[in-house]
């Protein structure tokens, strides 16, 4: 559980920086960086995208299989106290690698309170979607947790595969 959370983040970024354009501000902990306090994202883009809107993002992830309650209470939390952000202006975003078949009424619900200037859900099966549009990003997850995609390979692989084929094996020196 611990690794998906540390994880998550990271892919998050990733995606972010592969598929958007306009982007003033990029702020995700991951790792380690997941205990410290604050929002487990900030972003700021002059592009909206499907997954990324336009304008400031709060964006705050959970992994549990509670996802409703993580939901609400970081929906909550943040109302209550959103840190550096102005919630009028900023759109709520919350991430859960986890089927949600309810998001869209949640979603619904919480942009109907007017609190936020927008709210968004992402689920699993939008997870998969943004990761089908951004390929590099979809090879290095999947390479971390242990699938190959049909036709993909990393190119740490590739080299360790390439660079093996002979003994002894090749040097990077060798091709520099």
């Not at 991951?30 to 604050?38: F, I």
């Not at 972003?43 to 309650?69: D, F, I, N, Q």
């Not at 949600?100 to 949640?106: L, P, Q």
């Amino acid at each position: 559980m611990r690794d998906a959370q540390e994880q998550l983040p990271r892919l998050i970024r990733r995606l972010i920086l592969a598929t958007a354009n306009g982007l003033e501000r990029v702020d995700f902990r991951a790792g380690e960086g997941v205990q410290l306090g604050g929002w487990d994202g900030i972003t700021k883009a002059t592009v909206a995208t499907p997954w990324v809107p336009c304008g400031t993002a709060g964006w705050e992830m959970g992994t549990t299989h509670k996802v409703k309650g993580k939901a609400d209470e970081d929906y909550k939390g943040r109302s209550a106290s959103p840190g550096p952000l102005d919630i009028g202006q900023t759109t709520f975003v919350f991430i859960t690698p986890r089927r949600w078949g309810s998001k869209a009424a949640w979603q619904a619900a919480r942009t109907a309170e007017g609190k936020w200037k927008d709210v968004r859900v992402l689920d699993a099966d939008d997870l998969e979607t943004w990761l089908e549009t951004a390929p590099s990003v979809h090879v290095w997850f999947s390479s971390l947790i242990g699938v190959v995609p049909d036709g993909a390979i990393d190119l740490d692989t590739l080299w360790r595969e390439w660079s093996q084929a002979t003994s002894p094996p090749i040097s990077p020196a060798l091709l520099t």
